[in-house]
């Protein structure tokens, strides 16, 4: 099995063209022995250039003595002219025998700078899996060196031949992985792949909201129980539109503040979204109750006027959507469902294992139960770091497009985290991630953390919760470039890039492990994790 460089590359990130660019190397990996190695494009950019590490080559394949093979794909149809075999590009046509020329002396110039003239082995090769060369004697390229579509199979075996396993080692030999992998400056385009992941987690998770959506029952009643990336939030969106689109009302109920005010900014206009609270003090307001959120005591008031309510006929909806249920109580429910009107449907959305509240299941007797246990947002090793910390097998299939993103794991000595958190901040800027991509999510909680009073961290500015709210119980938020919040806020959430630090525990229990999970699942893309010496230990131990 040969290596493959940059790691990576089979995330599930690409389509068409870089799809089969992908499908190519699954082939080269598998069928070329370990002595090879093979250095690719796919994901990735020379750093500060914004261009293909090798130009417009694919691959550069690289034998056991060190002789190289620089192969062009050109994937999809082409077209034999008079000038040679073209490549139709947005309506344009362009010489492919010229592309391949420009990429071979572009890599002669590379080679000879580093190695000299007589101290390296360039070889060239056109990859052609889709389209059969009917002249090649015209095609512009070596006819010895096509492979076209009647040729595939046969890859391997031509790519051992131009490069022997069995020849005298090359003098550039020792050095040509540094050349490959250093001086070329391999970093992934995470800008890029930022975007390509938010459509690709949409796009899978969003099955969900596809197949739930076409269950019926009489009275509509689905519980839907979904693991952490699964699509919920997709599927309350859906459920949404189609009211709103059916020109029915819809509300959309969850627990914490955050979340609902995310939920605001995508939700359809005409769709209602709250906080469970939220709404009772719509309820208190309509019933003359004086609303003092400085009163220790409002929020009891508030349940307690919900609780007593008898919705009129236009504060009704005809569809109610409850998020993160696992947070609700149950003598919440009933005046829920109150506000249903006559054949309205209910749709109460779950994940068991973030019940951070420790809160009693909710009992809903005459709900038709459906689960949804494939997490399609976070990497796959994430998934993995989760399990290992769980104990005991679980349920959760990891689905997500990164199978590789280097779980990070940061210590720190004593009981101050900042200094490692200001390296885990200035790691993720490094990688690619602007301050916009980073949630910094401390496991302490507000009141026992160091972080929410800061304006800074570094040269980085925070977007934090103050712990005020204004006169209609909005929080208030310092202005700052990179979002600074507890575990518990920001559920329901995610971010590219999630740093979690200030991790300290003396024993690792059941709640441990819940926020743990809780604050990991919500990476798309790397997870860092800033804890202290003896929390490493303790997990270091579980894990094993």
């Avoid at 075999?85 to 071979?104: E, G």
């Avoid at 609700?328 to 209910?346: H, M």
């Avoid at 993103?405 to 200035?426: I, K, N, W």
């Avoid at 991790?503 to 229990?509: G, I, K, L, S, T």
Wanted: aromatic share 8%.
């Amino acid at each position: 099995m040969a290596q493959i460089f940059p790691s990576g590359w089979n995330d599930q990130l690409v389509s068409g063209a870089a799809q089969r660019e992908v499908e190519t190397l699954q082939v080269l990996q598998r069928d070329l022995p370990d002595t090879y190695s093979v250095y690719h494009g796919v994901h990735w950019t020379q750093l500060n250039k914004g261009f293909s590490i090798f130009g417009e080559a694919d691959y550069v394949v690289v034998s056991p003595a060190g002789r190289v093979l620089v192969i062009e794909q050109k994937s999809g149809l082409l077209e034999e002219s008079p000038d040679g075999l073209m490549k139709l590009y947005a309506s344009k046509s362009k010489s492919v025998s010229a592309q391949v020329a420009r990429t071979i002396s572009g890599m002669h110039g590379r080679f000879k700078a580093a190695f000299g003239g007589q101290n390296y082995r360039l070889e060239e090769m056109l990859y052609c899996p889709d389209y059969r060369v009917k002249n090649p004697a015209i095609a512009g390229v070596n006819p010895t060196r096509i492979v076209d579509a009647t040729r595939s199979a046969e890859l391997v075996s031509i790519i051992t031949t131009i490069l022997p396993a069995d020849e005298l080692p090359l003098p550039c030999l020792d050095r040509i992985h540094a050349f490959l992998a250093d001086e070329l400056s391999l970093t992934p385009d995470v800008r890029a792949m930022v975007g390509q992941v938010a459509k690709h987690v949409t796009r899978v998770s969003g099955g969900l909201a596809t197949w739930a959506r076409s269950i019926e029952c009489t009275p509509f009643r689905l519980r839907v129980t979904g693991t952490a990336g699964s699509g919920k939030t997709q599927l309350a969106i859906r459920v949404l539109e189609d009211a709103v689109n059916a020109g029915r009302r819809a509300l959309y109920l969850c627990f914490n503040r955050p979340l609902a005010d995310h939920i605001r900014r995508i939700a359809p206009a005409g769709s209602t979204v709250l906080t469970y609270h939220q709404l009772c003090e719509q309820v208190a307001r309509r019933a003359g109750r004086k609303v003092d959120f400085a009163d220790g005591r409002v929020f009891g008031m508030l349940e307690e006027a919900m609780l007593a309510s008898q919705p009129a006929g236009d504060e009704r909806f005809d569809t109610v959507v409850v998020d993160e249920g696992q947070d609700f109580r149950q003598e919440w429910v009933a005046p829920i469902e109150r506000l249903l009107r006559d054949k309205g449907r209910f749709w109460w959305l779950e994940d068991p294992m973030q019940n951070l509240y420790r809160r009693e299941t909710v009992a809903l007797p005459n709900c038709v139960e459906v689960r949804a246990m494939a997490n399609h947002r976070s990497p796959h090793d994430v998934v993995r770091f989760v399990g290992m910390l769980a104990g005991a097998p679980m349920a959760v299939e990891a689905a997500g497009p990164f199978t590789q993103s280097d779980v990070g794991l940061v210590t720190y000595a004593g009981s101050s985290a900042t200094q490692a958190t200001r390296d885990a901040l200035d790691e993720a800027v490094a990688m690619g991630f602007a301050p916009a991509d980073i949630a910094l999510l401390t496991f302490r909680g507000r009141d026992k953390s160091m972080l929410p009073v800061l304006d800074r961290l570094g040269r980085y500015t925070l977007r934090s919760f103050t712990g005020d709210y204004d006169e209609h119980g909005a929080p208030i938020y310092r202005d700052g470039d990179i979002t600074l919040e507890t575990i518990y806020r920001f559920k329901g959430q995610s971010a590219p890039c999630v740093i979690l630090t200030e991790v300290d525990f003396e024993h690792f229990d059941d709640l441990i492990f819940r926020r743990l999970f809780v604050a990991a699942t919500r990476a798309t893309m790397k997870l860092i994790v800033v804890m202290s010496e003896r929390a490493a230990g303790l997990l270091i131990e579980r894990m094993r």
